[in-house]
C-alpha cells in the first residue's frame, strides 16, 4: 500500500492548473513557487497553464465524443495526463470575485472520469488584501464538486503578492518566509494524505461504483 511521503520510485502525481490566461508576473511567480515547493518536496507535476495552452472556446467537452480519437490530439493527450494524475493543485487569481473564464473552460474540457475520487487542493491569490477571494474559491469549490473531485476543505490565500514574491518567487519578507512555507507545506501533505489514501482504496476495493456508466 501507498505510504504517506511523495518520495520513492513511484512519486505522486499532480496536475497544476495555472489559471489566469493574462500577461501578469504576478500569476508567473505563483506558479514557480507553488512548483518548487512541489518539486523539493519530490512530486512529478504537470503544469496545465491557461496562457500558454492557447486553448479554444469549450465547444465540444471530450466526454462528449463517443469515439475520442475525432477530439484534437491536444484534447485526447491532456486527457490521459489528467486521468493518470494522482490529484489537482489548481491556482486561482481573483478575477471579478469569481472563477476566471479560462480556468473554468479549461476544466470544463474534462470530464467526473478524469475528478472522481481524485483530492484537489485550491491555492486562491490577489494582489490586493484579498477581501473578495474566498467567492471566488467558493465558485470553483462548487464545479470541482460538480465534476466529483474531493475538494480539500484548507482555504490557503496569498495576498499582495506582488510585495510577498519577487521575481524568482522567493519571499520578500524574511518574517513571512517560514509562515508562508509552512502554511504551503501543510497544504501540500494535507493533499497527498488524500491522494494516498484514495489510491490504497482503489487497490483494495478497486474504482469508485459509478451508476452513470
Known amino acids: ?76 493527450e491532456a486527457e490521459k495526463k489528467m486521468d493518470a494524475a494522482d490529484g489537482f493543485l489548481i491556482l486561482c487569481p481573483e478575477y471579478s470575485r ?25 491555492v486562491s491569490y490577489s494582489t490586493d488584501s484579498g477581501s473578495s477571494l474566498h467567492t471566488g ?17 484548507n482555504r490557503f490565500t496569498m495576498t499582495d503578492v506582488d510585495c510577498l514574491l519577487d521575481g524568482e518567487s522567493n519571499v520578500l519578507d524574511l518574517g513571512l518566509q517560514t509562515q508562508l512555507e509552512n502554511r504551503t507545506l501543510t497544504l501540500v501533505s494535507q493533499l497527498d494524505w488524500y491522494a494516498i489514501a484514495f489510491k490504497n482504496h482503489k487497490d483494495l476495493y478497486g474504482a469508485l461504483p459509478n451508476p452513470k456508466l
Open 98 to 122: 469569481g472563477v476566471p473564464p479560462a480556468l473554468a473552460n479549461l476544466i470544463d474540457y474534462f470530464g467526473s472520469n478524469v475528478y472522481s475520487a481524485k483530492p484537489a487542493a485550491i
Open 1 to 76: 500500500m501507498a505510504q504517506l511521503g511523495s518520495g520513492g520510485p513511484n512519486p505522486l502525481k499532480y496536475i497544476i492548473m495555472a489559471g489566469s490566461a493574462r500577461d501578469s508576473k504576478v500569476d508567473d511567480r505563483v506558479l514557480k513557487y507553488v512548483t518548487r515547493i512541489l518539486h523539493e518536496t519530490r512530486h512529478d507535476t504537470t503544469v496545465f497553464s491557461t496562457k500558454e495552452m492557447d486553448i479554444p472556446f469549450v465547444e465540444k467537452p471530450i466526454h462528449h465524443y463517443s469515439d475520442r480519437t475525432q477530439a484534437p490530439e491536444w484534447l485526447r
Open 137 to 153: 474559491r467558493n465558485e470553483l469549490m462548487n464545479l470541482l464538486v460538480q465534476l466529483e473531485a474531493s475538494v480539500l476543505p
